[in-house]
C-alpha cells in the first residue's frame, strides 16, 4: 500500500483501495515486539501473530496444539510494537469449530485482550457462518482458504488445493462465500498461481497469497521463512530474503568467543567507583 501514507495506521477501508488501484499489500508474520517494531518500520501494511507460531516459537510439529492464551501473549506484544501495521491473530485450532457462538466469544477475547484490528480463522464454505456471525458484531475478519493447515490430517499432509476441475470449482466457492460472509480480505494458501489469479480476479476483496502466485492482490510469508532464520525444511514457495541464521549464529559464536578468551567485557564496558581507584 502506499508509502506517501507511510505513517498513517493501515485500516481496513485501506485494502479495499489497494485492490482498486492494483497497489500490492504487503504481510508477514510476527509474533514479539521487537519484530513487529522492525516490520512496522520498514512499512509492512499487515502483521499477522500467525498460529504458526506453534512451529516457528514453540517448536512443536504441526499448529494444532497452540492455545488461544498463548496467541494472545504474543498478539499483546506485536500491537505494542505496531504503530503503523495492521495486527490480525490467528484463531487457534478448537476456538471457532464448535459454532458461530464459540467464535465469536474466541474473537471478543481476542478484541478486548490484545488490541489487534481483525482475526483470521481457516475454511470458506464450512466457516461461513462464523464470519458472518464476527463481522456482524463488528469485529473485522480474514478469510483463509486453500490449503488450512489446522486441517491438515483431514486433507492428507502439505497438499496443493484447488488442482483440477473439483479443486478449482471448490476453491472459488470457498472464495465467494468468504467474501459474501463479510471477510475485508482472504489469504489463499498453496494453490496453483493461475486458478489464485483466477479468483483474485472474481473476487472483490483482496486476495494475500502464500503458495499461490503473484496474480494475488498481496503476499504473505512467515517471516522466518523470509528472513532465512529457520534451520529445518522450509517450503518451496519460500523466498529467503536475508540468511538471518547465520548473523544470529556468527554473532552467538563472537560472543561465547570473546567471554572464553576474556576480552568481554572491557573497561569501557565495566563499572568503576572513583572513590576506590
Ligand atoms: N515456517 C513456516 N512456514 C510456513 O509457511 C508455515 C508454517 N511454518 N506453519 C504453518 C503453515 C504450514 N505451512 C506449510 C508447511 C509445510 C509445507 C511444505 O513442506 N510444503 C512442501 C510440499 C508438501 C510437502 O512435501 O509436505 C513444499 O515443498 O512446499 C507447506 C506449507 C505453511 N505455514
Ligand atoms: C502463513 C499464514 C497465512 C498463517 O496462517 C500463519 O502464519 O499462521
Ligand atoms: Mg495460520
Not at 482475526?119 to 488450512?148: Q, W
Not at 560472543?255 to 576474556?262: F, H, I, L, P, S
Request: glycine share 10%; proline share 4%.
Amino acid at each position: 500500500m502506499s508509502e506517501q501514507a507511510a505513517r498513517k495506521r493501515v485500516r481496513i477501508r485501506h485494502f479495499a483501495q489497494a485492490k482498486a488501484s492494483g497497489e500490492k499489500i504487503t504481510a508477514l508474520t510476527s509474533y514479539d515486539v521487537q519484530t513487529a517494531r522492525i516490520f512496522d518500520e520498514a512499512g509492512i501494511d499487515v502483521l499477522l501473530v500467525g498460529d504458526s507460531a506453534a512451529n516457528v516459537v514453540l517448536g512443536l510439529d504441526t499448529t494444532l496444539p497452540i492455545t488461544v492464551d498463548e496467541i494472545i501473549t504474543l498478539a499483546k506484544a506485536v500491537v505494542r510494537g505496531a504503530s503503523r501495521a495492521l495486527v490480525v491473530a490467528d484463531l487457534p485450532f478448537g476456538s471457532y469449530e464448535r459454532g458461530p457462538e464459540q467464535a465469536l466469544d474466541t474473537a471478543v477475547r481476542f478484541m478486548k485482550e490484545t488490541g489487534v484490528a481483525a482475526v483470521k480463522l481457516e475454511g470458506g464454505e464450512r466457516s461461513a457462518d462464523v464470519i458472518r456471525r464476527i463481522v456482524d458484531a463488528g469485529i473485522p475478519v480474514m478469510g483463509h482458504i486453500g490449503f488450512t493447515p489446522q486441517a491438515e490430517h483431514g486433507l492428507g499432509g502439505h497438499v496443493i488445493q484447488g488442482k483440477g476441475e473439483t479443486g478449482r470449482a471448490q476453491l472459488l466457492r470457498d472464495a465467494l462465500a468468504v467474501q459474501e460472509a463479510g471477510a475485508f480480505a482472504v489469504v489463499l494458501e498453496m494453490v496453483p498461481a493461475k486458478i489464485a489469479a483466477e479468483v483474485s480476479a472474481q473476487l472483490e476483496i483482496p486476495t494475500i497469497g502464500i503458495g499461490a502466485g503473484a496474480g494475488c492482490d498481496g503476499q504473505i510469508l512467515v517471516w522466518t521463512d523470509a528472513l532465512g532464520l529457520g534451520s529445518g525444511r522450509v517450503p518451496s514457495f519460500v523466498r529467503a530474503f536475508a540468511d538471518a541464521r547465520a548473523v544470529f549464529l556468527d554473532a552467538a559464536t563472537a560472543y561465547r568467543d570473546a567471554v572464553k578468551d576474556g576480552t568481554f567485557p572491557a573497561a569501557s564496558e565495566s563499572f568503576s567507583d572513583p572513590t576506590a581507584d
